[in-house]
């Protein structure tokens, strides 16, 4: 399982091609931004938060479909009130590949339970 830190090194270092944007992914982009959480209002938006801040937590999910794939939940705090919670899938090849699967807001009380 990786840090939060190590999440960001790893988003911050990989090249554009090898981030895939699924669809659903960016249809819930564009869903969820009208919602007034705090999700950005673009995909130009959400890369300036991956790329250039530290998630505020990780969480390794356990049940993935594709065994060389590792998934996690990485969570942003982009507001007092929300936390923008982006699931992706890492696959360790060289080079090491990303794919966004989705994203959705979450109040922060729900983080700080965990």
């Given amino acids: 399982m990786l840090t939060a830190e190590e999440i960001y090194a790893l988003l911050s270092t990989?090249?554009?091609?090898?981030?895939?944007?699924?669809t659903h992914f960016l249809d819930r982009l564009k869903t969820r931004a009208r919602s007034g959480n705090g999700i950005?209002?673009?995909?130009?938006?959400?890369?300036?938060?991956?790329?250039?801040?530290?998630?505020?937590?990780?969480?390794?999910?356990e049940n993935n479909?594709?065994?060389?794939?590792?998934?996690?939940?990485?969570f942003y705090n982009v507001t007092g009130k929300y936390d923008l919670c982006v699931v992706l899938s890492l696959i360790f090849s060289n080079p090491?590949?990303?794919?966004?699967?989705?994203?959705?807001?979450?109040k922060v009380n729900r983080r700080l339970k965990k």
């Fill in 14 to 22: 990989t090249d554009e091609k090898n981030m895939e944007f699924k």
């Fill in 96 to 106: 090491i590949k990303i794919k966004f699967i989705t994203l959705y807001p979450q």
């Fill in 40 to 61: 950005p209002n673009d995909i130009i938006e959400l890369k300036k938060i991956l790329l250039n801040t530290c998630p505020t937590h990780v969480a390794y999910q």
């Fill in 65 to 74: 479909k594709f065994k060389d794939e590792n998934e996690y939940q990485v």
